[in-house]
């Protein structure tokens, strides 16, 4: 079965550079969700859309800003980077509605951006 | 305090033992209740929803105990390849988001 998709899965960039991360969430989920990982951590909710409108904002910085496609594919863009950026960053997707046999709320995670700010 | 707390062992059980896992929530409100296992520097991927009725997968068995505003794991037969983090998770009231717990580590040895 398709699973989310993200790119890159690997980021190198400098203090005070910008970042785009990409997540193509699995074919008819229509809400997709962002999470930061650092090192020995949980996972931390940045920022969630559903059906292309922001629906839930957590800890992200002004400094991040996100969007979702009318293709429903998602984009992480992260400016002026500093050191303490440098994680794991998951996009995960969900279907909102409720249909037979699936369950709402249930979300399912891509592989993640390995993002590492020198 | 955290709003999803668990106990982070490390737990270190022998191949075929039985393990169990709680974690507890601070919102009553709380509407989702998840498991999900994380391995070294990969994705979490969901092990199970949990429901008031509690449900079992194969080796797997979820419970959630709304009155005491906890849930838990246990796995039977645990096998080599169950060593890994396993990680709460909660979704309050309307939010879509979903709060962690600091995750659980498990190391089975043979």
């Known amino acids: 079965a398709a699973g989310v998709i993200q790119s890159p899965r690997h980021l190198i960039k400098e203090k005070r550079e910008t970042a785009t991360l990409k997540c193509y969430p699995i074919p008819r989920h229509d809400t997709v969700y962002w999470y930061q990982q650092g090192p020995g951590q949980d996972p931390q909710f940045l920022i969630s859309?559903?059906?292309?409108?922001?629906?839930d904002k957590g800890s992200i910085p002004d400094r991040f800003s996100a969007q979702q496609f009318s293709d429903y594919h998602s984009e992480l863009n992260m400016s002026s980077l500093e050191l303490g950026d440098s994680a794991l960053y998951f996009c995960?997707?969900?279907?909102?509605?409720?249909?037979?046999?699936?369950?709402?709320?249930?979300?399912?995670f891509g592989p993640g951006t390995r993002l590492t700010v020198l | 305090r955290k709003e999803v707390e668990q106990d982070p062992g490390p737990f270190n059980v022998p191949e075929g033992a039985t393990v169990a896992f709680n974690c507890t929530y601070s919102n009553s409100a709380s509407q989702s209740f998840f498991w999900y296992r994380q391995d070294c520097r990969k994705e979490p991927k969901l092990l199970m929803s949990?429901?008031?009725s509690g449900n079992e997968d194969g080796r797997f068995t979820a419970q959630l105990n709304r009155a005491s505003q906890y849930i838990s794991l246990l796995i039977r037969d645990s096998k080599l390849s169950d060593s890994a983090t396993y990680l709460c998770a909660v979704i309050f009231g309307s939010a879509s988001k979903i709060i962690f717990g600091s995750g659980t580590r498990l190391s089975i040895r043979p």
């Open positions: 949990v429901y008031s």
């Open positions: 859309f559903y059906e292309k409108m922001q629906s």
């Open positions: 995960a997707s969900s279907l909102a509605g409720r249909l037979a046999g699936v369950s709402d709320n249930e979300q399912f």
